[in-house]
Structure formats: structure tokens, C-alpha cells
Nanobody, 122 residues
Framework: QVQLVESGGGLVQPGGSLTLSCAASGSIFRIYTMGWYRQAPGNERELVATTARLGAQTSYTDSVKGRFTVSRDNAKNTVYLQMDSLKAEDTAVYFC???????????????WGKGTLVTVSS
């Protein structure tokens, strides 16, 4: 059994910052790609940022480039999303995603957290 638990969401004013965290736990053998998605009301879930296992390779959706930074701590099985210069359009539920090989498995399986709400409003 594997769980992903996000934290760090909340209400922030435009121009402010928040840091999201997502910790994976359970029967984990290895974690491959980790990342963040978001879903605003009435919209489809969209990819925000991803980071490869060694952390050097990252990718971002165009709308957050230069404002968001994804990072990970493999020793803690945790991925972070530092969000700066937040805008109202960043308001969404943010979901953590990780491709995980369990102790009993032979390949990577995608797992999702339950999401954390980020509201950007004055």
C-alpha cells in the first residue's frame, strides 16, 4: 500500500508565495518521476511541474515558468512545489503524482494524492 499526502495549501494574496509538500509512504522500492497537477473549478486537471528521479531534469507548464520551482528529497520520498508571484488564475486544487515501484512490483505505477486547495485572492 502506497500513500501520497499533500500539505501546504491555503489562502494567499496575489503576489504572495506558498510551498506545497507531498510525502510518499508505504511499501516503496523506488520512486521515479514525481510531479504536481492542478484542477481549477470547471477545468480539466493539468500538469504543472515534474521532476525526474535524480532531480536535475524538471519541466513546467508555460503559465508557471519562472514563478514555480519543483524539487524533491529522495531520502524523504518527498516532492515540493515552491510557488512565487501567485496569481488569481493559480487558484486550484493541487494534486501530487508519483510513479512508484513497490517492494513487490516490477515496474512503476502512478499514484495520486487527494489534493490540497490553493486559493489566491485579496
Amino acid at each position: 500500500q502506497v500513500q501520497l499526502v499533500e500539505s501546504g495549501g491555503g489562502l494567499v494574496q496575489p503576489g504572495g508565495s506558498l510551498t506545497l509538500s507531498c510525502a510518499a509512504s508505504g511499501s516503496i522500492f523506488r520512486i521515479y518521476t514525481m510531479g504536481w497537477y492542478r484542477q481549477a473549478p470547471g477545468n480539466e486537471r493539468e500538469l504543472v511541474a515534474t521532476t525526474a528521479r535524480l532531480g536535475a531534469q524538471t519541466s513546467y507548464t508555460d503559465s508557471v515558468k519562472g514563478r514555480f520551482t519543483v524539487s524533491r528529497d529522495n531520502a524523504k520520498n518527498t516532492v515540493y512545489l515552491q510557488m512565487d508571484s501567485l496569481k488569481a488564475e493559480d487558484t486550484a486544487v493541487y494534486f501530487c503524482n508519483a510513479e512508484i515501484r513497490t517492494s513487490a512490483g516490477t515496474g512503476g505505477t502512478p499514484y495520486w494524492g487527494k489534493g490540497t486547495l490553493v486559493t489566491v485572492s485579496s
